[in-house]
């Protein structure tokens, strides 16, 4: 049994889902709207729907959290704001946000409503909390890889509510930094709309070599998680300080969400030793890709990644014994039934599922209809239960959850009833409108008022103890005593409705602080066509020619004191690069690294809400703001100018009329990207140990496969990858090269262009010099396209989301 308060938060997709979570012991659901999710591909819940769902969660004390968690274009903002309004009147209790810009705005003008941070906002050290704390935010949901040790040391530096997760899907890139599928399909994770290329196969390649030499490892599912459960060890992740715990599965089926929340209620309440080995196998059955710990409990490698296979597997029962010209012959380890799901898998690795139409005992051969490829000895596992199905349907058909109420009516000839309702130490009364007669031949009695108000099924209540104050001879009509408790009951749901008691924001004042935020005049601003670069290894800083450029991001320590010195000596700026994902450790690292040449930079480049904290509170420094600060609307560049930045990269994911709309709304300094192979995912997972065994990733800094290989996948396209301080990152298949459209995206309002150099050796003085020449108008257009087309000839290209964009 866990000691600490704590809160049970299911996944609700549909109204079902909703009956299934709360009438199975949450404490409180999240659910999106029609509007504004990253769970674009759910049913959802429009208006109506949402506020059924509000008044229902409440009468039963469960809160329900909505999420409008993706990143709003400014062009989508009103309508955001007047979907939160909505929310704000139906009194959910909480917004789980992802867009800065969009909380910047919820703060200002519905300051009564709780904001959540989303897992979506990368926090994963104390700093980020401070920050989210700071800024108004009452919960923040933390990331999924971030250790119990760090959670604990949050938990003991700030005061806000921190939610993990315990349960279900897993994304295998840190949530937020993700842009594979966005850049290689067009469908953004941080819109709602991921096509999960992690669930993908893919082999490994040696980029040296051009071969793909782990022949084992060909085809696999290299970037799949497997499904996290925590069951057992609940009680660990409740002691490092996580007050919500969080269960995935929006997606889910309504039975899912029921197994998974009635077991975990079982061990909040009873303990883990309340749980049977049924209760544990219903878990399996329900939904798995095979179980993980996560990160934050130590699983890793082939303990994390599902690289067999990327979906549902159920529980094996038996194997194939016997094929002839008809059948399939198997010998069953388990009961089944009729209706049960089973799959069977091929020669060529192929899942084949059938529904058997007969129920068999363990120990028993069954025959089912040969399918082709199946061979004698391949595995059986049944995908789907009806039993168990049908349990857990039966959990939520009807409505066990009801409250104790206190009751007392006072009956007298000549004035009206009058009944008092008293509910957790609260009380109020109401009286009818008919005066009491005297009975002239039946007179009510204590038996029948009591057989009246007792009349609760429809409702959530119950009589605990009642009183009757019943005057001899005493008449009135049984209507008129129905009407009372109808009326006391729709009374004491109103009550308990309004969780939350916010005050009323009337049409007026709404627009009047709308007005406030939303500008119609353009800013004018000169434009300086300036050039940066971003250098990752001190190789690189080399090839440099330090007159062509205007600002350097250095990311490498060897010879950095040097490095700035010399681009001091051309009077050119220099800030010191950051990584996306440093926790509480590295942070204090960093300040090793800023501390001796603080006097000497310009700033530092900061690409976590953490870093831009920790940074603030420790030195009076420019803070430039980069692409993992997810910039995608003007109201996010405000906040994070009131935050301290001075410039700021844009998403990658806008177009250029998102670009130039910014621009003109929000005084900044912009950068965007013009060059680089940008980063797709940031993950704390290791394909390369999947092959190894790791353990762990103690070995990550000796290992000989951190450089050198990358991903193919199915369609034959390479992925470069390195690992480097416990992250492998992966970066996209070809360059962003956007060189010939300078001018154009210059004259939306951008200050200057960044070519970033990642994993490239050779080539950078000579894009430096073409970005750089053209940029400054020192060579022409034509030059420019013969270039383009020599490069072409070597190297394929995209030009990112800047003629596209991802909405």
């Not at 010191?576 to 440093?582: A, C, E, N, P």
Request: proline share 2%; with cysteine; glycine share 8%.
């Amino acid at each position: 049994m866990i000691s600490r308060k704590v809160e049970l938060l299911a996944p609700v997709g549909s109204m079902e889902n909703l009956f299934a979570a709360i009438q199975n012991g949450a404490d409180a659901v999240y659910l999106g709207g029609k509007l504004f999710n990253a769970r674009h591909y759910a049913s959802n819940f429009d208006n109506e729907e949402l506020k059924f769902a509000v008044e229902y969660a409440h009468l039963r004390n469960v809160k329900v959290y909505v999420t409008v968690n993706i990143l709003i274009d400014d062009g989508e903002m009103n309508k955001a704001l007047d979907y939160i309004k909505y929310l704000y009147e139906s009194n959910v209790d909480g917004i789980i946000v992802q867009d800065l810009g969009l909380a910047y705005l919820i703060k200002n003008i519905f300051p009564d409503m709780d904001l959540h941070a989303s897992t979506q906002m990368t926090i994963n050290n104390q700093f980020g909390a401070i920050f989210l704390e700071k800024y108004g935010f009452k919960r923040v949901v933390l990331a999924r890889e971030t250790p119990l040790e760090e959670i604990k040391r949050i938990h003991e530096s700030t005061k806000i509510e921190l939610e993990g997760f315990i349960h279900g899907a897993l994304c295998v890139c840190y949530s937020g930094q993700c842009l594979m599928s966005s850049i290689i399909g067009g469908r953004s994770g941080n819109r709602g709309e991921c096509a999960q290329p992690c669930r993908l196969p893919y082999s490994i390649i040696d980029f040296n070599k051009g071969s793909t030499p782990f022949n084992d490892w060909n085809n696999k599912y290299l970037l799949s998680p497997r499904d996290l459960n925590t069951l057992e060890d609940i009680e660990k992740i409740v002691e490092s300080g996580i007050y919500s715990l969080k269960i995935e599965g929006r997606m889910k089926r309504p039975e899912y969400v029921a197994v998974v929340v009635n077991n975990y209620r079982k061990v909040l309440d009873e303990g883990i030793t309340a749980l049977r080995d049924q209760d544990r196998e219903d878990i399996l059955q329900i939904f798995n890709r095979g179980f993980t710990k996560g990160f934050p409990l130590g699983d890793f490698g082939r303990k994390f990644a599902s690289y067999d296979r990327p979906d549902n597997r159920g529980i094996y029962i038996g194997k194939i014994v016997k094929r002839d010209s008809r059948y399939l012959y198997i010998k069953l380890d388990y009961d089944v039934e009729k209706g049960d799901g089973i799959e069977l898998e091929t020669t060529r690795g192929r899942h084949i599922g059938q529904i058997l139409n007969f129920s068999a005992l363990k120990g028993s051969i069954v025959k089912i209809d040969r399918i082709k490829k199946v061979p004698v000895g391949s595995k059986v596992y049944r995908t789907s239960s009806i039993n168990l199905l049908e349990r857990a349907k039966k959990s939520y058909e009807g409505d066990k959850i009801k409250f104790p109420i206190h009751m007392e009516v006072n009956i007298s000839i000549g004035k009206p009833a009058e009944l008092i309702i008293r509910f957790n130490g609260e009380s109020f009364k109401i009286q009818s409108d008919f005066l009491v007669e005297k009975g002239k031949k039946v007179a009510l009695t204590k038996e029948r008022v009591i057989e009246q108000l007792s009349k609760l099924n429809d409702t959530v209540y119950y009589i605990d103890s009642i009183k009757v104050n019943l005057e001899d001879c005493s008449f009135m009509p049984i209507s008129v005593i129905n009407s009372l408790r109808r009326e006391g009951i729709e009374i004491l749901d109103n009550i308990r409705k309004n969780f939350n008691k916010r005050s009323k924001i009337t049409d007026e004042e709404y627009k009047a602080r709308l007005d406030r935020y939303f500008r119609t005049s353009s800013i004018e601003k000169k434009n300086a066509k300036r050039i940066s670069i971003s250098v990752l290894r001190k190789e690189q800083f080399e090839q440099l020619d330090l007159k062509k450029l205007d600002r350097v991001y250095i990311g490498f320590d060897e010879g950095l004191k040097e490095a700035i010195l010399e681009i001091k000596k051309e009077n050119k700026e220099v800030y010191l690069l950051t990584d996306r994902i440093l926790y509480g450790e590295d942070l204090f690292r960093l300040k090793e690294r800023i501390d001796p040449i603080k006097d000497l930079i310009d700033g530092v480049s900061i690409d976590n809400l953490g870093t831009l904290q920790f940074v603030k509170d420790n030195f009076n420094l420019n803070m430039h703001g980069d692409i993992g600060l997810n910039t995608f609307n003007s109201f996010t560049v405000e906040a994070l100018k009131d935050s301290g930045l001075s410039s700021i990269t844009l998403s990658p994911e806008l177009n250029m009329e998102q670009i130039k709309g910014i621009c003109e709304k929000s005084s900044m300094y912009y950068e965007t990207i013009g060059y680089g192979y940008l980063k797709l995912m940031i993950t704390k997972h290791c394909p390369m140990a999947l092959l190894k065994n790791c353990k762990d990733g103690s070995k990550c800094k000796s290992c000989p496969y951190a450089k050198g290989y990358g991903l193919k996948d199915r369609k034959g396209v390479n992925f470069y990858m390195e690992r480097d301080k416990g992250l492998t990152t992966i970066y996209n298949s070809v360059p962003l090269m956007v060189l010939d459209s300078l001018d154009h995206i210059y004259k939306c309002g951008v200050d200057m262009i960044r070519l970033d150099f990642t994993i490239e050796n050779e080539g950078i003085n000579e894009l430096q010099e073409i970005y750089y020449n053209f940029a400054k108008s020192v060579i022409s257009k034509n030059e420019v396209e013969s270039f383009i087309k020599d490069y072409k000839n070597i190297n394929s290209i995209t030009k990112g989301h800047y003629f596209r964009g991802v909405i």
